[in-house]
């Protein structure tokens, strides 16, 4: 079955530094992945999705996330991190031919002044 | 222009009683999606409506939980003889026709508590 596994919970980074949120899967075929930003009283919103093609992705807001088939793993960066940065982000694997999505746990981002 | 829309915001209701969450869609969108997010979870998918028809209903959890589209639009997440595990964020997507893995727009979501 597929799954989504973020190891990481809760991450603390100071502003301007770079940021790499872990994201690793488990699907049989090409999997089509995303990454979602969840801010306080907001709903998810879609930074970057991978379907095929280029591995690194570019998305909103500077975020970019790069495909590694090998390690099963869809890593999210960002080169230089700003306060409003500060949110939920969830990794998500496309669940079947419905379009229906699996979600990671999350990982909370807090950013240091 | 106007995006999913949810009500209520939040829903507190006793053990055992019915409960009703609306979702509104993005105009023109036909595909809707509902999931709920539990604490400290990730969004789990429940149900997908194509049109007005629940095209796959393989994650409610169990047969008090029924949702409807009548008219390809609107949505209603029911609960019946509600529990405290049922408490949770409730979240609407919806998205266009076309690829399956068309965007989807989520809603604030509905905090349901059941106490």
């Known amino acids: 079955a597929q799954s989504v596994t973020q190891p990481d919970i809760h991450i603390t980074v100071s502003e301007g530094a770079s940021l790499e949120l872990r994201c690793n899967y488990s699907?049989?075929?090409?999997?089509?992945l995303f990454w979602y930003v969840q801010s306080p009283g907001q709903g998810l919103q879609l930074l970057l999705k991978?379907?095929?093609?280029?591995?690194l992705v570019q998305g909103i807001k500077g975020f970019e996330a790069e495909f590694k088939r090998s390690q099963s793993s869809f890593n999210l960066r960002k080169p230089s991190v700003h306060w409003s940065d500060a949110a939920e982000y969830f990794c998500?694997?496309?669940?079947?031919?419905?379009?229906?999505?699996?979600f990671g746990k999350g990982t909370k981002l807090s950013v240091k002044p | 222009g106007a995006g999913v829309s949810q009500t209520p915001s939040n829903k507190v209701t006793e053990k055992g009683k019915y409960v009703e969450l609306r979702c509104d869609p993005i105009?023109?969108?036909?595909?809707l999606y509902w999931y709920r997010q539990s604490l400290g979870q990730g969004p789990e998918f429940l149900i997908y409506f194509q049109g007005t028809g629940a095209a796959d209903d393989s994650g409610l959890p169990n047969d008090r939980f029924f949702a409807v589209r009548p008219e390809g639009s609107v949505s209603t997440l029911k609960i019946q003889r509600t529990e405290r595990g049922d408490s949770a964020v409730y979240l609407c997507a919806s998205r266009t026709s076309g690829s399956s893995y068309n965007e989807q727009f989520f809603g604030p979501g509905t905090r349901l508590t059941v106490l």
């Open positions: 105009s023109g969108h036909t595909a």
């Open positions: 991978y379907f095929s093609g280029d591995t």
């Open positions: 998500a694997v496309g669940g079947g031919s419905q379009g229906n999505l699996i």
């Open positions: 699907y049989g075929a090409t999997p089509y």
